[in-house]
């Protein structure tokens, strides 16, 4: 008797230093300002732009696994992910996440490298799009003067077996990879001590012989070295910390159009630098070379696009050093995050275009302090944000704020008195607009009422507050996340994670964020950072497991679902907070609270356990799993949908007539629960070839 075709598995879902320049001298005094007629802004910047695809790969290496520690790196790593992240910021690089490759530390292997660089980026850059590659680490030279790149696993002794070609990497570049616009960075002239052939001259001079057929960007020349210093941005190498500068738009100036081209940023860079790198006793000059069409386009703004006036900026060369009164001060210029000022470490902020720029510190619980600062060509201004007034709220709001508390603490997220809390809120809110945690809990409330809308709108609220307050940054991550637009919703949490490291759950946040956008190989070190912050985190465990089942690694995910059930607490005080929280497993507007998310958060796991053994082709060990998953949640079509496969090749083994009954009773039963499913069509067929089929079987 002919058995039933094998049948596809359908809607798989799971919820997913070098040596540091010596310290800065003594800023000089403030010149006086003196205000000069700026030339018009540029013709046509009224026009559309049309910005080419972009796909990077980024490397990064700190420390090495063969080199002692006195040639580890201290920022390259940091260096790469801030690149990383200029190249997918939507001001920035406006590249999408899933054309970057980014490779850190243990990740940057030769065969990884080897992968990215030769079939990756040759299969997915056409014509017409923009391809960059940057490393930052350690560069070699062996004795026949041949240069190499050095990846985590090199062996000084053994640099051509272990080491990537600079030959080998012209070569894809010049003659694989197709993208009109090809740029090569790097920044890997940090020593000349690795191996006796790897001089710093050697090592240039192994760049200064690529081909000309696309641009590179070096970050020293002849005899320098490059530089890290950790008074840029908290630790930074002054190559990079620039390259990220201009490329987010310090470099636009010549026109100011929103648009940072290739010159604009040679330039910029070549500048800032040498600037910065000569005040401090040292020298640095990054170098250029190749052939490269005029308008070679590698970043752009359409917000400083809209926003440029009837005049023009001057060409950069200004230099903030920001200090704060308070601890942990987040400075702003512009807008945009540059780091941390404390008493007696002020923030250095070199190569910020000249003109007028706003300064703000912030710290949660203190009226935030704002400077406008007309910066001028060639000077060093230092400013002090004073934090002088903690933030009163008036009684009556306080008073709106605390019952609405008491009503939210008492409630399982559908309780009617939440519209009592609601309404409190907005009382509170209109009394005080900076409320920034009656902000918050209003977020909450109205998520819980299932208006997703009103509360990302309270929980911007918040942010914009304090932007220093963790809490609501996260809680926007997560209400993106609900309204569909994951790349911010990453954004924010990766801010969130850096206004707090330490934070295990930021971190669980950061990789279901990370799933939704299908960075599952970053999800999954972002929930392995979790774990190494909070190993007893259930839900870290959960989404490392979802991300390692992305990943096709079957027996990992298995332990981490295991691990996931047996640290589930369904008493657990943390649940409450992450009750309100989670998406990715089910915690919707109508199955909030500590009882649904412990379901969903269970059935999620048993649902991952099946997933796994039915890919090992473990059928009758993941029946059970999705048999538990269903008991959880019963509703759960995507459950119903995988378990009708394990039946449907459990018969394609043994041709058992209750196994074909089991898949029909479950295909069915998930098109009853949603009709409109994406993978309709195919079940139907399924189904309609059950039917036929189930007479003929004994």
Not at 268 to 275: A, G, L
Not at 454 to 461: E, F, M, T, V, Y
Request: proline share 6%; hydrophobic share 40%; aromatic share 6%.
């Amino acid at each position: 008797m002919p058995l039933l075709s094998p049948l596809l598995l359908l809607g798989l879902t799971a919820a997913l230093a070098a040596q540091a320049p010596t310290p800065p001298p003594k800023a000089p005094q403030q010149r006086d300002l003196v205000h000069e007629p700026l030339p018009t802004p540029p013709p046509g910047i009224d026009q559309p732009v049309a910005v080419p695809r972009g796909y990077a790969v980024v490397i990064g290496v700190s420390d090495y696994l063969h080199l002692s520690g006195d040639d580890d790196l201290r920022f390259a790593e940091r260096d790469a992910e801030a690149l990383y992240s200029a190249l997918i910021s939507k001001e920035g690089g406006n590249m999408e996440w899933e054309n970057v490759r980014k490779l850190l530390g243990k990740d940057a292997t030769l065969a990884n490298i080897r992968e990215a660089l030769e079939e990756w980026l040759p299969s997915v850059a056409a014509e017409p799009d923009r391809a960059v590659v940057y490393f930052v680490g350690h560069g070699l030279v062996d004795p026949q003067g041949r240069g190499y790149l050095a990846p985590f696993d090199v062996k000084p002794g053994e640099i051509a077996e272990t080491a990537y070609p600079m030959a080998r990497l012209s070569e894809v570049l010049s003659k694989q990879v197709k993208a009109r616009w090809k740029v090569l960075l790097t920044d890997a002239c940090h020593s000349g001590k690795i191996s006796p052939d790897s001089s710093i001259e050697r090592i240039n001079e192994s760049f200064r012989n690529l081909p000309r057929s696309f641009l590179t960007l070096n970050s020293s020349r002849e005899a320098e070295r490059s530089y890290e210093d950790e008074a840029l941005a908290s630790g930074s190498g002054v190559f990079t910390y620039f390259l990220v500068r201009g490329w987010l738009g310090q470099a636009d100036t010549d026109p100011n159009d929103g648009i940072v081209t290739a010159d604009e940023l040679i330039d910029y860079v070549r500048r800032e630098v040498r600037s910065y790198t000569r005040t401090r006793g040292v020298t640095q000059t990054p170098t250029d070379h190749g052939d490269f069409p005029n308008d070679l386009l590698l970043g752009f703004s359409p917000t400083r696009r809209q926003q440029v006036a009837a005049s023009a900026t001057q060409l950069a060369n200004g230099t903030l050093i920001v200090e704060a009164n308070l601890e942990n001060v987040e400075i702003y210029v512009d807008d945009q995050r540059y780091g941390v000022a404390s008493p007696g470490k002020p923030l250095h902020i070199p190569g910020l275009a000249s003109g007028t720029h706003s300064v703000r510190g912030v710290r949660m619980g203190y009226e935030p302090a704002t400077l406008e600062v007309n910066l001028v060509p060639g000077a060093t201004q230092t400013i002090s944000l004073r934090l002088l007034y903690q933030r009163t709220v008036k009684p009556q709001a306080r008073s709106n704020y605390q019952e609405a508390q008491q009503i939210w603490d008492r409630s399982r997220g559908g309780d009617p008195q939440l519209r009592r809390a609601a309404t409190l809120l907005e009382a509170a809110l209109r009394e005080e607009p900076n409320y920034s945690e009656a902000a918050l809990l209003l977020c909450r409330v109205q998520n819980a009422q299932g208006d997703s809308a009103k509360a990302l709108k309270s929980c911007r609220q918040a942010v914009n507050a304090d932007q220093d307050f963790v809490e609501a940054r996260v809680m926007t991550a997560i209400l993106l996340l609900q309204t569909g637009d994951a790349p911010e919703a990453v954004r924010q949490v990766q801010q969130a994670a850096g206004q707090a490291p330490s934070d295990s759950y930021v971190h669980s946040v950061l990789a279901e964020a990370l799933i939704q956008v299908e960075r599952y190989e970053d999800a999954e070190k972002s929930a392995t950072r979790a774990l190494e912050l909070d190993n007893a985190s259930a839900q870290a465990h959960l989404l490392r497991a979802d991300a390692r089942l992305f990943l096709d690694k079957h027996e990992e995910a298995t332990l981490d679902y295991q691990r996931s059930l047996a640290l589930s607490d369904f008493n657990s005080g943390a649940l409450r907070k992450i009750a309100f929280y989670a998406v990715g497993h089910g915690v919707t507007k109508n199955r909030s609270g500590r009882r649904a998310l412990h379901r969903t958060q269970k059935a999620s796991a048993y649902y991952g356990l099946c997933s796994c053994e039915f890919h090992l082709d473990n059928y009758l060990r993941a029946i059970p799993y999705c048999e538990r998953s269903l008991k959880e949640d019963p509703a759960d079509v995507e459950a119903h949908i995988l378990l009708g496969q394990n039946y449907l090749s459990l018969f394609n083994r043994d041709n058992r007539r209750d196994q074909l009954a089991g898949a029909q009773k479950h295909l069915e039963q998930a098109l009853r629960l949603q009709p409109a499913h994406h993978n309709a069509p195919q079940l139907k067929a399924q189904i309609t070839q059950i039917r036929e089929f189930l007479p003929l079987v004994r």
